[in-house]
């Protein structure tokens, strides 16, 4: 079961993740969680950082799709739409049927498609179940839904040994020796297109 839940690599964020690193691997297809991954949760508004991250992984020709397991499908789509990207909504993960669902969106597979979020439970096991290459970021806020609150306190512990040992870390995403503090430091939010920013 432990192995199920560790990931490839861990990566502060989503824009630390070196698509170098990705392309290494022959990855070419990328599964993103949505809430805590590329917007805090249940919120619409989208860093500029993740706004760039996701430019520069479309132009170096990635296929990009969110996955995501949130109540809400509507908000989803709309920032799927907003962002460019493919979506799988009330995806089901940890199902493996999730991953392949999107894998059939992105035309990808097992091989070639990395899945990214910041749940050990949803995101990385049922990944790593089907034999993909896996990257769990830390959450983006620590706003959560209760239920994910109460699985965090069986996560934590998990994932402070990890990233004590980092064996998970290896020097692979370059941005993660680097200090934390030029790599997390907050930024405003962007105006959204349909006016949704704060
Ligand atoms: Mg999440």
Redesign the pocket.
Known sequence: MHNLLRPTRLADAVWSIDLDWLASRRIRGLIL?????LVDWNDSRVRPEVRAWLQQARARGFALCIASNAVRAGRVGRLAKELGLKAVTHAGKPLPAAFRHAMAALGTSVNTTCAI???LF??MLGANWLGMTTVLVD?LSPRESPHTRLIRLIERPIRRRWKRSRAAQRPLCPTQTEPQSDNRRPTPYRETPNGGGA
Request: hydrophobic share 10%; glycine share 10%; no cysteine.
């Open positions: 969680d949505l809430d805590n991954t979020g910041d749940q949803t995101d959450p």
